[in-house]
Nanobody
Framework: QVQLEEAGGGSVQAGENLRLSCVAS????????RGWFRQVPGKERELVAT???????VLGDSVKGRFSISEDSEKNTIYLQMNNLQTEDTAVYYC???????????????????WGQGTQVTVST
C-alpha cells in the first residue's frame, strides 16, 4: 500500500529552523506532484509548498522567503526546510502526493491523492 511518512517536527523557539522530511513507499514518488500543507485546529488547511515532476516549486504566500521545498528522488523523499520560524507557523504539517490516473496517464491535484499522518510543529517565544 502507498504510505507517506513525515518526520522532523518538534518544538522550537521563534527564529529557529526545522527541516521536515516525507518518505514515500508503495509508489514512485516523483511521478506526480507532491507537497506540504498545514492545519491549525479550527482553521482551514493551508498550502505550504508544492513541487512538480520537473522540480518547479510553489510556496504559500505566508512562507515565501522563509521556507523551501526540495526532493531526493533516489530516496523517494521530499523535504520542507523551514527557516526563521514564527509562532504563526505552529500547525500540524502534512505531506501529500497526487495520485496517478492510469486510464489517462495523468495525476490528481496534490491535495486530492495520498496523505501522511502529519507531524506537529510548535513555535514559541
Amino acid at each position: 500500500q502507498v504510505q507517506l511518512e513525515e518526520a522532523g517536527g518538534g518544538s522550537v523557539q521563534a527564529g529557529e529552523n526545522l527541516r521536515l522530511s516525507c518518505v514515500a513507499s508503495g509508489l514512485v514518488f516523483n511521478r506526480c506532484g507532491r507537497g506540504w500543507f498545514r492545519q491549525v485546529p479550527g482553521k482551514e488547511r493551508e498550502l505550504v509548498a508544492t513541487i512538480t515532476r520537473d522540480r518547479r516549486t510553489v510556496l504559500g504566500d505566508s512562507v515565501k522567503g522563509r521556507f523551501s521545498i526540495s526532493e531526493d528522488s533516489e530516496k523517494n523523499t521530499i523535504y520542507l526546510q523551514m527557516n526563521n520560524l514564527q509562532t504563526e507557523d505552529t500547525a500540524v504539517y502534512y505531506c501529500a502526493a497526487g495520485r496517478r490516473k492510469a486510464s489517462q496517464g495523468r495525476c490528481t491535484a496534490v491535495d486530492d491523492g495520498y496523505w501522511g499522518q502529519g507531524t506537529q510543529v510548535t513555535v514559541s517565544t
